[in-house]
Nanobody
Framework: QVQLVESGGGLVQAGGSLRLSCAAS????????MAWYRQAPGKQRELVAQ???????QYADFVKGRFTISRDDAKNTVALQMNSLKPEDTAVYYC???????????WGQGTQVTVSS
């Protein structure tokens, strides 16, 4: 059973920064990909960024140039550095992963990010 635990959310003013972290139980080498999603009130959950085994990184257009996803293999974590935050970035941010050889996705419990104007 895989557990993903997010941390680092909070309240920040527009233009500020936050760093989210997703800690995985077990080695992240077993994951085909790890990703960050977000869901704002009344909206569908959407992909923010993902890092695929082998190092390929993809970002949603609305965060390009502002957010950076990275992995720390020694700590089994994936981080999301968020800079130049905007009020529209306010959402619950979720970590998602899928292991090699499996079809199901694992999700964390989410961490709230609130950006005030």
């Amino acid at each position: 059973q895989v557990q993903l635990v997010e941390s680092g959310g909070g309240l920040v003013q527009a233009g500020g920064s936050l760093r989210l972290s997703c800690a995985a139980s077990g080695s992240i080498f077993s994951f085909n990909f790890m990703a960050w999603y977000r869901q704002a009130p009344g909206k569908q959950r959407e992909l923010v960024a993902q890092i695929i085994h082998g190092g390929t990184i993809q970002y949603a257009d609305f965060v390009k140039g502002r957010f950076t996803i990275s992995r720390d293999d020694a700590k089994n974590t994936v981080a999301l550095q968020m800079n130049s935050l905007k009020p529209e970035d306010t959402a619950v941010y979720y970590c998602k992963a899928r292991r090699f050889g499996e079809l199901r996705d694992y999700w964390g419990q989410g961490t709230q990010v609130t950006v005030s104007s």
